[in-house]
């Protein structure tokens, strides 16, 4: 597994432009999209308090980082076959447990890397720093572990299910749009119509954004305890539905 993390840190890291672009997306959305947004909905509503929208987003972002990790790991299986790396590991002593593991951990901690880089924007934006509670810290933690978990494992899915290229950028443009646009990512689901609302309470996506913002607000909802176990429930099936699918990957 070691192996596999120093692999993916020198593929990602092999260049300074390569560097660069890991971090463009988050600071691009949170310094051009949150700020152009703030002067639109002002104030922000959440249970005791307003807040600056860009306060309000940057929790949101959090949750997308995690999401965008569906959409790469869709591609792993398809470019470590055509690379020659799945080659490599059916001729060594590794197994696809180890790579999908030190694939997971690589993007885990890049994933938090690029949260940290977030929530350093968003206080040099709005001029405060968020109100961390020790309790709120470990469920953040545990929060990320989970929501990584879920979103890599589903990638991995559907890279071992859905071969063809064409087919995956259909998959892409049907699940990802509806997915941030019918979550808490942008703003509450209180505000959406009633249909959409429903399928935003099944959308992990949506859980995973009220948890991060409750956390980073220090103002959970009151049902965390909930929607944390939803997640668990998620996270569980979606793990052993990827680490046992991975027997059907072809070398």
């Known amino acids: 597994m070691k192996a596999i993390i120093w692999r993916e840190i020198k593929v990602t890291f092999n260049s300074v432009f390569g560097a660069i672009m890991q971090f463009a997306i988050p600071v691009f959305m949170i310094l051009l999209f949150a700020t152009s947004l703030s002067g639109n909905f002002g104030k ?7 807040i600056n929208y860009i306060e309000f987003f940057a929790p949101g972002l959090f949750g997308y980082m995690t999401f965008f990790l569906f959409t790469i790991s869709f591609s792993f299986l ?9 080659t490599i590991i059916a001729l060594s002593k590794a197994s696809l447990r180890s790579y999908f593991w030190g694939k997971y ?4 901690a890049l994933t938090f890397i690029k949260i940290l880089l977030i929530m350093l924007i968003t206080m040099l934006l709005v001029g405060s ?14 929060t990320l572990l989970l929501s990584v978990a879920i979103w890599f494992s589903l990638g991995m899915l559907g890279g071992i299910y859905i071969q063809r ?24 689901i209180e505000r959406m119509p009633t249909i959409i609302r429903w399928i935003a309470m099944c959308n992990p996506l949506t859980y995973i954004c009220n948890l991060f913002r409750g956390c980073y607000l220090n103002v959970l909802p009151a049902d965390y305890l909930l929607q944390l176990s939803i997640l668990f429930v998620i996270t569980a099936v979606s793990l052993t539905a990827a680490l046992w699918s991975l027997r059907k990957v072809k070398f």
Do not use: C, H, K, W
């Open 44 to 50: 922000m509503t959440v249970p005791g308090m307003e």
């Open 105 to 108: 951990v690589f993007q885990l």
């Open 78 to 86: 398809s470019i470590d076959s055509r690379t020659g790396m799945l």
């Open 129 to 142: 720093i968020p109100d961390f509670s020790f309790a709120n810290a470990i469920l953040f933690i545990i």
């Open 165 to 188: 290229e064409d087919l995956r950028q259909v998959v892409f443009a049907l699940v990802t749009l509806p997915l941030t646009f019918t979550s808490s990512m942008y703003y509450g």
